[in-house]
């Protein structure tokens, strides 16, 4: 049996970064404290725990001798404010690709435009993005685009990891509705990366392996990609979650992973496929 890992499967630069941040801070202050979990993946959200990091709701359970990190998602200018208020020590660890987005919403709202995010409702990004101006709108499909009344000038960005086909679904549906269309491609480049990936994948493999939480929009997304070109495509989120059924007659297997997947998980998925496919050889990687 044959295995194929895609190049760019896992933990995105941003993500990576974030990780590295609060292990690194924990370790220096004993404690990090942060407004929700750094990422979707609940084996690093654990393990995160373990070396001192505390997720709390609110700024006032932060200690005033402690850390605060701001996640890779993004945070609302009130609450950095509040923050700077209160003096606490930030630790930014905002994505910079998120920060662009951050950036471009505020200047189209500076145009004058009717801003829209397309993105997942209640989503820690999207919340994010929608909290740098006043009244957007948030569209996660086309239906709810097909809704909205006719305007003459509007401004879109996009969540970083949206699919790009559900992006130009609601952009041409939006040119129907707006006569002064502006639209910010900020699907980030690792998320359109990976799609590339994982849709070549399923195509080439018998068998496709999907590694990432199911709190994981980015993770669900690549399982869609996979289940759109081949039916025999699995989501987990760890090796235990693997069954050796799947891989009755398969000669070649396909791995992907979403942005949230530690390399750690990745490499135990891997090598329990490996053992089940008798594979002695490291896994070929798709470019």
């Known amino acids: 049996m044959k295995i194929i890992l895609a190049k760019d499967a896992g933990y995105c630069f941003g993500v990576r970064e974030a990780v590295k941040k609060a292990y690194h801070e924990a370790e220096d202050h004993g404690e990090v404290y942060m407004l929700g979990h750094i990422v979707h993946n609940e084996n690093v959200v654990k393990n995160l725990e373990k070396s001192g990091t505390k997720v709390v709701e609110s700024l006032k359970n932060v200690p005033s001798d402690k850390p605060v990190l701001f996640r890779a998602h993004g945070t609302a200018p009130e609450v950095w404010d509040s923050a700077k208020n209160k003096k606490l020590n930030i630790i930014d660890a905002t994505c910079p690709l998120v920060t662009e987005i951050h950036n471009e919403i505020k200047q189209l709202d500076e145009e004058g435009r009717q801003t829209i995010i397309i993105g997942d409702h209640g989503h820690d990004e999207v919340i994010g993005i929608a909290s740098q101006v006043k009244n957007p709108i948030i569209l996660s499909t086309v239906d709810e685009a097909k809704k909205l009344k006719k305007m003459k000038s509007a401004g879109v960005v996009t969540q970083s990891t949206q699919m790009i086909e559900n992006v130009q679904n609601i952009i ?116």
């Open 172 to 287: 041409n549906e939006l040119m129907i509705k707006v006569f002064d269309l502006r639209f910010v491609n900020t699907i980030c480049y690792p998320t359109r990366r990976n799609h590339e990936q994982i849709k070549s994948l399923a195509l080439k493999c018998e068998l496709m392996i999907v590694i990432g939480s199911f709190t994981s929009a980015n993770s669900k997304r690549l399982t869609q990609l996979a289940l759109e070109r081949n039916p025999r495509s699995h989501q987990v989120t760890c090796g235990e979650d693997i069954n050796e059924e799947w891989f009755k007659n398969v000669n070649v297997v396909g791995i992907s992973a979403g942005a949230s997947t530690p390399d750690s998980i990745i490499n135990e998925v891997t090598e329990k496929i490996r053992k089940i496919g008798n594979v002695l050889k490291e896994e070929l990687v798709y470019e």
